[in-house]
């Protein structure tokens, strides 16, 4: 049912990208830019340099097959066929582990759980604290995961994806945790499956519609500053959700043609939606490698966006919240921070967390902290311990 | 006065063949089953083109074919504030003397190239039509112009080294056409040097914003109680879709163009699609061929500047201080509106009244976004009546109305 993978680009598909990235064509750069107007020249050229001469793949490769065990299995969606699904599976080392779905959003990948697993499966070694059998899927057109081919594949259908993965691996009740795209997929696995299969929820960033009688007079000061930067963003720095959401084919020409062209578009996320985490830029490189040498191809994995703004069910678009319990951890640095009395349309939150440092990719820069979070949330004397029927964490 | 140099476009060899060794190792995305043109350019559009492009398509023969049709030059212009630019442009006058001086401005995905067809009819001299003197400029950073080196060369910059061009080529009065940006700079043109210099303006892309009651009381009622024609109704429908759909490389222009950029200017196929989309979706089913299209984008691709450089125009538009589409200014001087349907952006009738001086207007049955390209036979009638003897802009360009000087007999 499920193969076991390791990671292994051919080297023809190795040396095709260094034949590219050596004959790669720069543009120019107004004086004094900075990060004014995307990407800054001489990182993008220091960048290159390293991908050219420097950066080994095959090593990565190696530590990331070495650090995170992956499969493959088939998964049936309606009216999609059988795709064949990439996931990282960890279980915990002490057994009785809760099963924890993590589920990436864009530019993540799988990569997004190489921090977070350790500490979720191993725990603090005291056994003080719960731990948890790890499943991070790629999502359908990310990573090792087969694309759809066909139009309509929306954000139903990566949460079917995501469901029965779960249920193949013979989890009928687990838990989730999803940031960016991910906290959307996983709302919604809260949603249509809450109760019979998914039990609770966490998620580092919150989004919902204002209540009716909304009362703006009563925000706090960072509510209001979180507002106006999820305003400022829309207005700065969404083009390229525009861009997916309505021509992503046009824009994956450029993607799978030019590495530079990808690495660009995907660094500038990586540096501006992060809390100045100092990316070393092996990690950039080893995270847009896998862009480029995705199953898929770059192009697909901007589709989603496409799908969901033309499937109805566009980013506010009016819907009952799930009613398992849910909890959150909040970073300073995330896109979008709503006030809390807008939180009763996300969910039933039963946590909360806030912190002073940590952006976008909260399990990528702060993984302590976010596995701190599930800790509390999930382990003996949290709001939802014991949630998942005989997997409570401990022995 | 700086020295006018005539200018021949010659991409040397070794860049044509950098060019076909990259489309040789292009790589292709895949494209989900049956998506025509909805998400973006069709795959089988874009293998075609970057075939021909590969082999078939030839370059030299399509650059002595611009050279020969359209005079070209550089002078250095230098814009306040910034630094001297050596700027590219099309000239050729009429062998009519006191031909209309004209400045024809392009816009994005544009070029000098807009002007290739509209030119030899605007330089035609007759008794029954006015003949004009014809300038296109390449804008900075667009076709063999330099680009600016510093940010903030925004609207009012662009306007200026169109004015000072015209100016150094002894055109003192002139009028001007433009669409797209063309039509923002050219509004600024009209308003910053309108009366003295520029005498009056044409457009085929007027934004115009909604009336305002206490500007406009009397066009805001009949607005109100005016029904929409069934062409208002269409084009206000184009509008909203186009608002919905096709505003994303808008937005990514105007915030990101360095990390766009790096894809342009490193892919050429990525450029092709980029640009192409817009060319089949922004006309009015104007049959392109293959050739045509990548003349076109080849222009962008050995453009002097580069092909990164041209978009920067929209973030330096929308952060200038007046944005990209200043209301607070009403331009004075004369006004001609041509409509066509398939254009971007349709407002009503009565709209256009906010933005100039309206004298002229005139509705077209069919044609897009590139009414210079796609329909030069109606564009240039629309400027031979706008200036012609009968016209509303008669004259307006004084002892160079575009006719035969008559001598007078004495009596």
Same mark, same amino acid.
């Given at each position: 049912?499920?193969?076991?993978?390791?990671?292994?680009?051919?080297?023809?598909?190795?040396?095709?990208?260094?034949?590219?990235?050596?004959?790669?064509?720069?543009?120019?750069?107004?004086?004094?830019?900075?990060?004014?107007?995307?990407?800054?020249?001489?990182?993008?050229?220091?960048?290159?340099?390293?991908?050219?001469?420097?950066?080994?793949?095959?090593?990565?490769?190696?530590?990331?097959?070495?650090?995170?065990?992956?499969?493959?299995?088939?998964?049936?969606?309606?009216?999609?066929?059988?795709?064949?699904?990439?996931?990282?599976?960890?279980?915990?080392?002490?057994?009785?582990?809760?099963?924890?779905?993590?589920?990436?959003?864009?530019?993540?990948?799988?990569?997004?759980?190489?921090?977070?697993?350790?500490?979720?499966?191993?725990?603090?070694?005291?056994?003080?604290?719960?731990?948890?059998?790890?499943?991070?899927?790629?999502?359908?057109?990310?990573?090792?995961?087969?694309?759809?081919?066909?139009?309509?594949?929306?954000?139903?259908?990566?949460?079917?994806?995501?469901?029965?993965?779960?249920?193949?691996?013979?989890?009928?009740?687990?838990?989730?945790?999803?940031?960016?795209?991910?906290?959307?997929?996983?709302?919604?696995?809260?949603?249509?499956?809450?109760?019979?299969?998914?039990?609770?929820?966490?998620?580092?960033?919150?989004?919902?519609?204002?209540?009716?009688?909304?009362?703006?007079?009563?925000?706090?000061?960072?509510?209001?500053?979180?507002?106006?930067?999820?305003?400022?963003?829309?207005?700065?720095?969404?083009?390229?959700?525009?861009?997916?959401?309505?021509?992503?084919?046009?824009?994956?020409?450029?993607?799978?043609?030019?590495?530079?062209?990808?690495?660009?578009?995907?660094?500038?996320?990586?540096?501006?939606?992060?809390?100045?985490?100092?990316?070393?830029?092996?990690?950039?490189?080893?995270?847009?490698?896998?862009?480029?040498?995705?199953?898929?191809?770059?192009?697909?994995?901007?589709?989603?966006?496409?799908?969901?703004?033309?499937?109805?069910?566009?980013?506010?678009?009016?819907?009952?919240?799930?009613?398992?319990?849910?909890?959150?951890?909040?970073?300073?640095?995330?896109?979008?921070?709503?006030?809390?009395?807008?939180?009763?349309?996300?969910?039933?939150?039963?946590?909360?967390?806030?912190?002073?440092?940590?952006?976008?990719?909260?399990?990528?820069?702060?993984?302590?902290?976010?596995?701190?979070?599930?800790?509390?949330?999930?382990?003996?004397?949290?709001?939802?311990?014991?949630?998942?029927?005989?997997?409570?964490?401990?022995? | 006065?700086?020295?006018?140099?005539?200018?021949?476009?010659?991409?040397?060899?070794?860049?044509?063949?950098?060019?076909?060794?990259?489309?040789?190792?292009?790589?292709?995305?895949?494209?989900?089953?049956?998506?025509?043109?909805?998400?973006?350019?069709?795959?089988?559009?874009?293998?075609?083109?970057?075939?021909?492009?590969?082999?078939?398509?030839?370059?030299?023969?399509?650059?002595?074919?611009?050279?020969?049709?359209?005079?070209?030059?550089?002078?250095?212009?230098?814009?306040?504030?910034?630094?001297?630019?050596?700027?590219?442009?099309?000239?050729?006058?009429?062998?009519?003397?006191?031909?209309?001086?004209?400045?024809?401005?392009?816009?994005?995905?544009?070029?000098?190239?807009?002007?290739?067809?509209?030119?030899?009819?605007?330089?035609?001299?007759?008794?029954?039509?006015?003949?004009?003197?014809?300038?296109?400029?390449?804008?900075?950073?667009?076709?063999?112009?330099?680009?600016?080196?510093?940010?903030?060369?925004?609207?009012?910059?662009?306007?200026?080294?169109?004015?000072?061009?015209?100016?150094?080529?002894?055109?003192?009065?002139?009028?001007?056409?433009?669409?797209?940006?063309?039509?923002?700079?050219?509004?600024?043109?009209?308003?910053?040097?309108?009366?003295?210099?520029?005498?009056?303006?044409?457009?085929?892309?007027?934004?115009?914003?909604?009336?305002?009651?206490?500007?406009?009381?009397?066009?805001?009622?009949?607005?109100?109680?005016?029904?929409?024609?069934?062409?208002?109704?269409?084009?206000?429908?184009?509008?909203?879709?186009?608002?919905?759909?096709?505003?994303?490389?808008?937005? %990514?222009? #105007? @915030?990101?163009?360095?990390?766009?950029? !790096?894809?342009?200017? =490193?892919?050429? *196929?990525?450029? $092709?699609?980029?640009?192409?989309?817009?060319?089949?979706?922004?006309?009015?089913?104007?049959?392109?061929?293959?050739?045509?299209?990548?003349?076109?984008?080849?222009?962008?691709?050995?453009?002097?500047?580069?092909?990164?450089?041209?978009?920067?125009?929209?973030?330096?538009?929308?952060?200038?201080?007046?944005?990209?589409?200043?209301?607070?200014?009403?331009?004075?001087?004369?006004?001609?509106?041509?409509?066509?349907?398939?254009?971007?952006?349709?407002?009503?009738?009565?709209?256009?009244?906010?933005?100039?001086?309206?004298?002229?207007?005139? %509705?077209? #049955? @069919?044609?897009?976004?590139?009414?210079? !390209?796609?329909?030069? =036979?109606?564009? *240039?009638?629309? $400027?031979?009546?706008?200036?012609?003897?009968?016209?509303?802009?008669?004259?307006?360009?004084?002892?160079?109305?575009?006719?035969?000087?008559?001598?007078?007999?004495?009596?």
């Amino acid at each position: 049912m499920s193969d076991s993978f390791k990671i292994a680009v051919s080297s023809t598909a190795l040396s095709a990208l260094k034949s590219r990235i050596e004959s790669a064509t720069f543009p120019d750069e107004l004086d004094d830019a900075g990060w004014a107007y995307g990407v800054p020249l001489a990182d993008m050229k220091r960048l290159v340099a390293r991908w050219r001469d420097g950066f080994d793949w095959r090593q990565e490769e190696q530590k990331l097959n070495n650090e995170l065990p992956q499969f493959t299995r088939d998964i049936e969606v309606d009216g999609f066929g059988s795709l064949n699904v990439h996931y990282v599976y960890k279980k915990s080392d002490t057994g009785a582990g809760i099963p924890l779905l993590f589920v990436h959003g864009w530019p993540g990948s799988f990569l997004e759980s190489r921090k977070i697993i350790p500490l979720l499966t191993k725990g603090s070694g005291d056994s003080q604290c719960p731990v948890f059998d790890v499943v991070a899927i790629s999502l359908p057109g990310f990573g090792f995961s087969e694309a759809p081919k066909k139009k309509g594949f929306s954000l139903s259908q990566y949460v079917e994806v995501s469901h029965k993965l779960m249920i193949a691996l013979g989890y009928t009740e687990y838990v989730t945790q999803g940031g960016d795209f991910g906290s959307r997929v996983t709302a919604e696995i809260a949603r249509r499956y809450g109760g019979t299969h998914s039990k609770a929820w966490h998620t580092n960033v919150l989004f919902s519609l204002p209540p009716e009688n909304d009362d703006p007079s009563i925000y706090t000061a960072s509510e209001k500053e979180g507002l106006a930067r999820w305003q400022e963003f829309q207005r700065s720095g969404s083009g390229y959700f525009q861009l997916h959401s309505t021509k992503p084919q046009t824009l994956g020409y450029s993607l799978a043609d030019s590495p530079v062209g990808l690495l660009a578009w995907i660094y500038e996320k990586l540096v501006s939606w992060s809390d100045n985490y100092p990316w070393t830029d092996d990690e950039v490189l080893t995270w847009v490698s896998i862009y480029w040498f995705s199953r898929a191809g770059p192009a697909a994995s901007i589709r989603f966006y496409y799908e969901v703004a033309h499937s109805g069910q566009a980013l506010g678009t009016k819907s009952s919240p799930p009613t398992i319990p849910m909890g959150c951890s909040l970073f300073p640095k995330e896109l979008i921070r709503i006030p809390k009395s807008w939180y009763p349309g996300v969910g039933d939150v039963v946590f909360e967390a806030e912190h002073d440092k940590g952006g976008h990719f909260a399990a990528h820069e702060q993984p302590e902290l976010l596995v701190g979070d599930l800790r509390k949330m999930f382990g003996k004397g949290g709001p939802v311990y014991g949630v998942v029927t005989g997997r409570d964490g401990y022995n | 006065m700086s020295v006018e140099l005539p200018f021949q476009i010659s991409i040397p060899d070794f860049k044509l063949d950098l060019l076909r060794q990259k489309l040789a190792l292009t790589e292709f995305p895949d494209e989900l089953e049956n998506t025509g043109w909805n998400y973006g350019a069709p795959l089988s559009d874009i293998k075609r083109l970057v075939a021909r492009w590969k082999d078939g398509y030839d370059w030299k023969l399509e650059e002595a074919k611009l050279n020969q049709d359209l005079p070209q030059f550089t002078k250095d212009i230098e814009v306040n504030g910034f630094e001297t630019l050596n700027i590219h442009y099309v000239h050729q006058e009429s062998s009519l003397a006191n031909a209309i001086p004209l400045l024809f401005v392009h816009g994005w995905p544009g070029s000098f190239i807009e002007v290739r067809k509209i030119l030899p009819l605007l330089v035609q001299s007759s008794p029954q039509f006015p003949a004009f003197h014809v300038v296109a400029l390449s804008l900075p950073g667009f076709g063999f112009s330099e680009g600016a080196h510093k940010p903030g060369f925004a609207a009012e910059q662009y306007a200026e080294v169109a004015h000072k061009l015209m100016l150094s080529l002894g055109y003192h009065e002139y009028v001007t056409q433009g669409g797209d940006w063309g039509y923002v700079i050219t509004r600024i043109i009209a308003h910053r040097y309108g009366g003295k210099y520029s005498k009056a303006w044409h457009t085929n892309f007027p934004l115009a914003t909604p009336l305002n009651i206490s500007v406009n009381p009397i066009l805001f009622l009949q607005h109100l109680f005016t029904p929409y024609t069934a062409a208002e109704k269409a084009g206000i429908e184009r509008s909203k879709r186009f608002e919905k759909e096709g505003q994303g490389y808008f937005h %990514e222009q #105007s @915030t990101k163009p360095q990390t766009l950029g !790096y894809s342009l200017a =490193d892919s050429p *196929v990525g450029l $092709l699609a980029w640009i192409y989309e817009k060319l089949a979706t922004w006309t009015d089913s104007y049959p392109w061929t293959d050739d045509e299209v990548l003349t076109w984008v080849t222009i962008f691709y050995f453009s002097r500047a580069g092909p990164a450089a041209s978009i920067r125009i929209y973030y330096e538009f929308v952060h200038s201080a007046n944005g990209s589409q200043p209301s607070s200014f009403k331009p004075m001087i004369p006004l001609g509106v041509s409509h066509f349907p398939e254009e971007l952006r349709i407002t009503p009738r009565k709209f256009v009244h906010s933005v100039g001086n309206l004298v002229f207007q005139v %509705e077209h #049955s @069919t044609g897009g976004h590139f009414a210079a !390209y796609e329909c030069p =036979d109606e564009l *240039v009638d629309d $400027l031979r009546k706008m200036f012609g003897k009968r016209g509303p802009a008669f004259g307006v360009v004084p002892g160079k109305n575009g006719y035969e000087r008559r001598i007078r007999a004495n009596l």
